[in-house]
Nanobody, 120 residues
Framework: QVQLVESGGGLVQPGGSLRLSCAAS????????MGWYRQAPGKERELVAT???????NYADSVKGRFTISRDTPKNTVYLRMTSLKPEDTAVYYC??????????????WGQGTQVTVSS
């Protein structure tokens, strides 16, 4: 049974920083791209950042220069360092991974989400 578990969310002041972590566990045979998405109330889920198994990254324009995605592949973990946070960054942040579990085919897995609230 594969699980993705996010951590690190919380309440921060505008201009503050947070580091989100997501660890994938279970019978994983192949771990490809990982990423972070977010969804604010009344809005569609949107891409925040992705990182391939080779380390190539992609960011939404709204977070470029402020957020940094990284991964520790041996630990099956992806991180999102968020700085200069703005109220509009408030959302539930979801971890995503493209992976194969033993005995299955490649597909997307999602974490439960972690709340990030930026407010003064």
């Amino acid at each position: 049974q594969v699980q993705l578990v996010e951590s690190g969310g919380g309440l921060v002041q505008p201009g503050g920083s947070l580091r989100l972590s997501c660890a994938a566990s279970g019978s994983i045979s192949r771990l490809n791209a990982m990423g972070w998405y977010r969804q604010a109330p009344g809005k569609e889920r949107e891409l925040v950042a992705t990182i391939t198994s080779g380390g190539s990254t992609n960011y939404a324009d709204s977070v470029k220069g402020r957020f940094t995605i990284s991964r520790d592949t041996p630990k099956n973990t992806v991180y999102l360092r968020m700085t200069s946070l703005k109220p509009e960054d408030t959302a539930v942040y979801y971890c995503n991974a493209d992976l194969e579990a033993w005995g299955t085919s490649l597909r997307d897995y999602w974490g439960q989400g972690t709340q990030v609230t930026v407010s003064s």
